[in-house]
């Protein structure tokens, strides 16, 4: 099956600093999707991007399909975006990274 | 109602009991998706419905896990005889034409 890599694994940040979240796959995909865990577990979507830029807010995200990665950016980080940032690809099938802790201090 | 609803929220059981875990879609989407994310870890695919279609089954850990989906829209997964290591939180996922995938706020199930 695809492989999907994400980097770093943690990431402490304070209030209203930048970062960077990577996610590296093994295989040409149909379709990929960033997910934020929040504490309560929930699986919330940020983007659903194949391909291309979006911007969302704070949260932009670029995929470069033809060379199999995708970051998430995240600008003037908020205490409220702490949780697990979750890549996610499919060909057949929605194979999961094992995901960012992000932590973000006041 | 707007999301992915799942019930129950939260259910423990004892080995060897056998639980039923539901999932309501949203309404329209095509596809519906399990998945299971154990304490800490990611999330491992289980099983996948398209329409009328034959389900993917290829994630299913053990024969004692099974799902069906009625009328294309609500599913059912069940698991027999349950053991520890089958403690996690159960998720449920939908997507119109197999594009973004929405969650459902998932089943905690905890085998004693």
């Known amino acids: 099956g695809i492989q999907v890599e994400q980097s770093p694994p943690d990431l402490i940040l304070q209030e209203g600093a930048n970062s960077t979240l990577r996610c590296n796959f093994s295989d040409s995909v149909n379709n990929l999707q960033w997910f934020h865990q929040n504490p309560w577990g929930q699986l919330i979507n940020l983007f659903y991007i194949p391909s291309g830029t979006k911007q969302n807010g704070r949260l932009s995200a670029t995929t470069v399909a033809t060379e199999r990665y995708s970051l998430l950016y995240i600008s003037s980080s908020q205490t409220t975006d702490s949780g697990v940032y979750f890549c996610?690809?499919?060909?057949?099938?929605?194979?999961f990274g094992a995901g960012t802790t992000v932590t973000v201090r006041a | 109602g707007a999301g992915v609803s799942q019930s129950p929220s939260n259910k423990v059981t004892e080995k060897g009991k056998d639980v039923e875990l539901r999932c309501d879609p949203i309404?329209?989407?095509?596809?519906l998706y399990w998945y299971r994310q154990s304490l800490g870890q990611g999330l491992e695919f289980l099983i996948y419905?398209?329409?009328?279609?034959?389900?993917?089954k290829s994630g299913l850990p053990s024969d004692r896990f099974s799902a069906e989906r009625t009328g294309g829209s609500v599913s059912t997964l069940t698991i027999q005889r349950t053991q520890q290591e089958d403690s996690a939180v159960y998720l449920c996922a939908s997507s119109f034409a197999r594009r973004e995938q929405y969650f459902g706020p998932g089943t905690r199930l905890t085998v004693t």
């Open positions: 996610a690809v499919e060909s057949y099938k929605l194979s």
């Open positions: 419905f398209q329409g009328n279609s034959a389900p993917d």
């Open positions: 309404s329209g989407h095509t596809a």
